[in-house]
């Protein structure tokens, strides 16, 4: 039987090599590189070992970066007090052990168990022959190895019950690493009052242990102290999985990127005018008329397994249901019997008379039908999603589309109203209000808060916000340009805003026309990292008032922080994460650090930190050759 | 021990759903779509069910394609005869059996063995629940089953004994499908003068067969003829592994999306000033020095390997060494006896003045050793790659660089020469000479002609190409745009062409600044889908001669046809499928077909062949929402 296993264990623990290399070449004389690194005014320098000065270190790259400079190769940049030692200890992975977490709560104990698998995982998949189950070749260490002798101890503190991601959780954390005075004990303690803090601890641990593959071991610093918490604490990406589905491995590889750097909130765009994926187990014809097919359908399960994947992971699903626009397909099954239809201008043509691109379709705001089928998705979502944040869409909505439409109009004519613009956005502001009201009377838990989201809109413009828009019921996505009126007429009367500006956190622009034909597509051109990092939304806000100013409406939440969106007309999951990473690492360091330094500052870091994706087998896209990388600085304009 | 293997198989054999979509749901009420395809007009219309007419057919989408208009989904178009039978033949891919190829060599016997074997991977390929080993779930059939009587038989004739693609080769093929009076037997015959056109026939007929997934069976035409031949000889991808290194196994996908359109030339700018991964077995210092890391290297084995998997996919390695620019990382370990540096200005500073781009390095032309070392570099590379192309590269030179160079600048002056922008043209001209002397003499065998390539340059163009370069010596490719006056000048003068200009078919514009900042690299914007479709040779001559001419300049092989260029400062193995596919796909359909209709018309089949490279397994990016693919035309501006 033992023979079995082994035999098993030969044939599915194949090699996984990361993504971008290959196996050592067969003639050995190649194996030993004749480049080292050392560092000098905190850059690593490449050098032949050769020219090594008698007093001068080498190090593989990927150690000399560990504390060379202030912060080595954090990534986000930690917002607290950051000392980083200048020795290491060398370890073998199998010798990193947690003692018992201390946490007030069971699930808080089960879930770090989790965490801390997937973080040795991380360490394994260091090193580059690491296999597929998440083990490694690192020697086993005979009783003459000093390195063997090693150990590093976690222990991890966690202050508060709270199992759940909400605005108000404190996701700091205090860092601590000291090689004791035996000097072969690392300790290492992450205290923090959430297990969301204690997790983004130990993913900050990871960025201070790296590979050697010299002396084919693990490394860590010798000691560091970082005290750490966001600047702001809505971090997120925006994902449409209606014009292209999106299966849900990709998006749990989503999550895995999105928690390498801290980011906190998955807004998951689930349903458009395109197709409905979402399963309602209520109303499963929407999904039978909606989806792609069958097989692009998110079940119950696929779901709640995500929500728990994310927690984990210390991120937050918030789901999104677009209306009363970007509703079409999936609403078209509805009763036949004199009611009208639920949706209107479902496909409808020619599209750019009724929608901003194909396929069209809006909920019919007049239709009782409509209102009862909307409050059982609604309860259908919000027993799957965490209650307390959800997204009601609310953008591009064509009043066109509704003019044209009989019944709507005869709803108007007979209530006295004329059909002014006015009129249907009036109608709109019924539909929002209606819509919110059922939310909430479908939330699970009636004790707890449930605020809604909303795009920018013409509803949610400086013309209509004060009238129609309650800044206690609403926080506000804003995703015109930056420089937008709206911004500061929002926050000037004490709105809530996530930001999402086109103009530096739009990843789908700049890929070509998909109607018609042309080099850009609406919002091109292509947004660079260095674009995606300037964008502070302190800053923009700075901008047209003062810096005080800026500054309180952060710290009082007022500017809660700010989400890429990857809204997928060109994107499925063939590329879906080389659109998103590296870029919103950019967006991550820019949102938990708002750093006052530029992108410049942060192209070593960021270069580096592309590369820990790769290593835990993810597919970013590269920013530069792997020279600039190799050569730190040398890449300059 | 039965058991046994049934548990390993378990274990191994683990389905990989393909990459976008999911399992089916466990609710079975959304298992059966409510649409279905009709052809209407040439087009395939989505309809619910319930609404077809009494005389309607419905269908899966993939079947409804396969012969709905004259071409149904092949791509890249045929160029001759095309008849599609409007009938279909259901059959498991077991029942699919190839009958002994007929070839007057054995060694194109067995290649063709892998070829079929490819063939009937892909088929099962197209089962959703297909399995990692090439098999799928297919019922296994039984007797009152009347899908398991039928029966695909392949008969494959091959008339010459060719073993290699070169420029002169025929890839045309004849393809027939014919339903035998039985009913259920398809008698499937490819007759090709060569083995490449035998492939690209089997290519074809697994674009006549698609997977019903209402019937779990796939579905082939019930008759066709299809006679086919490519207008351009030379079609292909170059690929910078200088950059950043591109692992082997990428690689292979890259050809094997190649194959999918019939692309036939892959060019490897294998190295460049910023690494050296080639191995050279004369000097392996080249390697140790020069490549990024010990496992960044390309192997003889890895290269000798690529080669074969190459011609078994009707793909072509045509190697590049770029000299004398674009060579620096790799050189600098020279002899230091008082000869001079083999390589100057390597990774020099500020790198403005030395080159395009970080890092430096140039050949020094008046080294003497560096003419051994590079003799030897040839030498090994035409060991490994067939011998009959060499791409020299010759591009951007940069004449400061070498007069910033003292030994240089003392050869010119000792000789009596001025340091003048045309001395240094001269130097160049004399290097290159030499570089194609000793190219000649280190070919494997001096029978065959050696056929150099050089990149357009200052040494290349309008001004000094009649005096320098000889038409019968060199192929010409051209990088500027379009309407470079070098074009028309070169095909006026009798000189062959590959077409790779930036302004259409450089897919590593629109990416953003890397050095630097801003949402533009060099040549911004990025090219979509539509424009490398319409970038035709042929048109762009007769834009400034005739069509007449410029139809002879095809016919004659001057216009030798074109390439799309993947130069990898911004990509790696990470992005590197999405950013080739599906482009490179409008680029194989515009040389293998050069069709005088536009993008919009390939359109459809377009949007369905990226489909084929989703379900085969690759990750080329999305063009447009699914909807689109689903509501054919309807996506129009």
Not at 245 to 273: A, E, Q
Not at 410 to 431: A, C, H, I, P
Not at 553 to 564: C, K, P, Q, S, Y
Not at 571 to 587: H, M, N, T, Y
């Amino acid at each position: 039987m033992a023979r079995l296993l082994f035999l098993l264990k030969l044939l599915i623990v194949t090699a996984s090599v990361n993504a971008d290399v290959g196996e050592l070449p067969p003639d050995s004389y190649l194996h030993k590189s004749p480049w080292t690194w050392t560092c000098k005014d905190s850059t690593c320098v490449k050098m032949n070992k050769d020219d090594l000065g008698p007093t001068e270190d080498g190090n593989p790259l990927s150690v000399c970066k560990l504390n060379c400079g202030k912060h080595g190769v954090l990534f986000p940049l930690p917002t607290g007090k950051v000392e980083i030692g200048k020795g290491f200890v060398q370890f073998y992975p199998q010798n990193l052990k947690f003692a018992p977490v201390e946490a007030p709560a069971v699930t808080l104990v089960k879930r770090f168990g989790e965490a801390s698998k997937i973080f040795t995982t991380y360490l394994n998949k260091m090193h580059p022959d690491n296999n597929k189950d998440g083990t490694a070749p690192f020697p086993s260490g005979t009783e003459v190895d000093p390195i063997a002798k090693n150990v590093v101890l976690i222990h991890i503190a966690i202050a508060h019950p709270n199992t759940r991601l909400e605005l108000n959780t404190d996701e700091g954390y205090l860092l601590s690493i000291l090689q004791q005075d035996d000097k072969n004990t690392v300790s290492v303690t992450i205290t923090a009052n959430t297990y969301f803090g204690a997790r983004h601890g130990l993913e900050t641990l990871s960025q201070l242990i790296a590979y050697n593959d010299e002396m084919n071991c693990l490394q860590i610093v010798d000691q560091a102290i970082i005290r750490d918490k966001p600047v702001f604490k809505y971090r997120g990406i925006i994902l449409d999985t209606s014009r292209n589905f999106i299966s849900v491995p990709t998006l749990k590889r989503l999550i895995d990127g999105m928690s390498f750097n801290k980011l906190n909130m998955f807004h998951w765009h689930i349903t458009d005018s395109h197709s409905f994926p979402f399963y309602s187990k209520s109303v499963p014809l929407m999904t039978r008329y909606g989806a792609y097919s069958p097989r692009q359908i998110y079940t119950i399960e696929d779901m709640k397994d995500m929500v728990e994947y994310a927690r984990i992971r210390g991120v937050k699903i918030v789901p999104e249901f677009d209306a009363p626009a970007h509703a079409g397909n999936g609403w078209q099954w509805g009763p036949k019997e004199g009611k009208g239809d639920m949706a209107v201008c479902i496909n409808q043509e020619p599209w750019q008379k009724f929608c901003v691109e194909p396929p069209c379709g809006q909920l019919n705001p007049v239709n009782e039908n409509m209102y009862d089928i909307l409050g059982k998705i609604y309860l259908d979502m919000l027993e799957i999603f965490d209650n307390d944040l959800f997204h009601m869409g609310g953008d591009e909505v064509n009043l066109n589309c509704w003019n044209k439409t009989d019944e709507i109009r005869e709803f108007l004519t007979s209530r006295g109203k004329d059909l002014s613009q006015e009129s249907y956005v009036d109608l709109w502001n019924t539909f929002q209000e209606r819509a919110l009201k059922i939310l909430r009377e479908n939330r699970r838990d009636e004790r707890k808060n449930l605020t809604a989201i909303l795009w920018t809109s013409d509803l949610v413009s400086t013309k209509h916000l004060l009238d129609y828009v309650d800044k206690n019921d609403y926080i506000v996505q804003t995703w015109t340009t930056g420089n937008d009126a709206v911004i500061p007429f929002m926050l000037d009367n004490g709105y809530r805003v996530i930001f999402s500006n086109y103009d530096a956190w739009y990843f789908d622009c700049g890929y070509g026309a998909w109607v018609g034909e042309g080099p850009n597509n609406w919002c091109s051109p292509y947004k660079g990292w260095q674009q995606v990092y300037k964008n502070s939304p302190e800053f923009i806000y700075a901008n047209v008032t003062s810096l005080n100013k800026a500054k309180k409406a952060v710290a009082e939440g007022l500017i809660l922080g700010g989400e890429a969106a990857m809204w997928s007309e060109q994107v499925d999951g063939a590329a879906l994460e080389s659109k998103i990473f590296p870029r919103a690492s950019a967006l991550a360091e820019r949102l938990w650090s708002n750093p006052s330094s530029g992108w410049y500052a942060a192209e070593p870091r960021m270069v580096h930190n592309r590369q820990r994706f790769v290593e835990r087998g993810l597919s970013p896209d590269r920013l530069q050759p792997e020279w600039c990388h190799q050569n730190e600085n040398l890449c300059y304009l």
